[in-house]
T-cell receptor
Framework: DTAVSQTPKYLVTQMGNDKSIKCEQN?????MYWYKQDSKKFLKIMFS???????INETVPNRFSPKSPDKAHLNLHINSLELGDSAVYFC??????????????FGPGTRLLVL | GNSVTQMEGPVTLSEEAFLTINCTYT??????LFWYVQYPGEGLQLLLK?????DKGSNKGFEATYRKETTSFHLEKGSVQVSDSAVYFC???????????????FGQGTILTVHP
C-alpha cells in the first residue's frame, strides 16, 4: 500500500501542450505539497494545501494550477508547457501544518520531459 | 529569508569509510532541522530530525546534532555501506506563520557513492 502515490511516473510531451499530474495520499494527512526538482537535484516548494485550502504559493508561473478536490488529493495542472518545465515533480503530505515537527512523506515523483 | 547550504558533491567513499556531509543554515526564527535521503529512482524519505539546540537525531547509523551556535547540522556515519549510496538533503522547517507555515527549505543535495 503506497502512502503517497503519483501518476503518471513518466510524462513526455511537446511544448505548448497542457498536462496534469495526479497525487493521492492514504495517510489521512491534512496537508499536501508540490515540489519541483531540477536537473541538478535542487528541490523547491511550489504549493501547499491544508484541508483543500491553498496555504503556500511560491513564485510559480500562473500556468501551474493546483487543484485539491478533497484533502487526500492534490493535482497539478500545467498549461502551455515550456522546455524549462522539464523536471521531476514530487508530491508530499504531512499530518499537521501547525507544527514544524511533522515529517513530510514524499511520493515517488513524476519525471516530466518537454520536447 | 531562510537558506540551507550543503557541502559540494559528489562524495565517493569506499565501504566502511567514515562519512561527514556538512550542512549550515540561515533562518530568521528557530527552525527544526532535517536530513532527507533520496535513493535512486525514488522519492525523498526522512532520515533523521532535530527540533531544538543540542538535540541529536539518529537513524540507521547516521547522526546529526543541532548546533545553534554554529548554525550547523552536519550528517555523520561511522561506517558507510554500498546501500547508503543516495542523494542526501539537509532541510529546515520554518516555524513562522502565514505563507511560510510548514515550508521546508532544502539544501542543494549531496550525491554519495559508496564503492565495495
Amino acid at each position: 500500500d503506497t502512502a503517497v502515490s503519483q501518476t503518471p511516473k513518466y510524462l513526455v510531451t511537446q511544448m505548448g501542450n497542457d498536462k496534469s499530474i495526479k497525487c493521492e495520499q492514504n495517510l489521512g494527512h491534512d496537508t499536501m505539497y508540490w515540489y519541483k526538482q531540477d536537473s541538478k537535484k535542487f528541490l523547491k516548494i511550489m504549493f501547499s494545501y491544508n484541508n483543500k485550502e491553498l496555504i503556500i504559493n511560491e513564485t510559480v508561473p500562473n500556468r501551474f494550477s493546483p487543484k485539491s478536490p478533497d484533502k487526500a488529493h492534490l493535482n497539478l495542472h500545467i498549461n502551455s508547457l515550456e522546455l524549462g518545465d522539464s523536471a521531476v515533480y514530487f508530491c508530499a503530505s504531512s499530518q499537521d501544518l501547525g507544527t514544524s515537527l511533522e515529517t513530510q512523506y514524499f511520493g515517488p515523483g513524476t519525471r516530466l520531459l518537454v520536447l | 529569508g531562510n537558506s540551507v547550504t550543503q557541502m559540494e558533491g559528489p562524495v565517493t567513499l569506499s565501504e566502511e569509510a567514515f562519512l561527514t556531509i556538512n550542512c549550515t543554515y540561515t533562518a530568521t526564527g528557530y527552525p527544526s532541522l532535517f536530513w532527507y535521503v533520496q535513493y535512486p529512482g525514488e522519492g525523498l524519505q526522512l532520515l533523521l530530525k532535530a527540533t531544538k539546540a543540542d538535540d541529536k537525531g539518529s537513524n540507521k547509523g547516521f547522526e546529526a546534532t543541532y548546533r545553534k551556535e554554529t548554525t550547523s547540522f552536519h550528517l555523520e556515519k561511522g561506517s558507510v555501506q554500498v546501500s547508503d549510496s543516495a542523494v542526501y538533503f539537509c532541510a529546515l522547517s520554518d516555524r513562522g506563520g502565514g505563507t511560510s507555515y510548514g515550508k521546508l527549505t532544502f539544501g542543494q543535495g549531496t550525491i554519495l557513492t559508496v564503492h565495495p
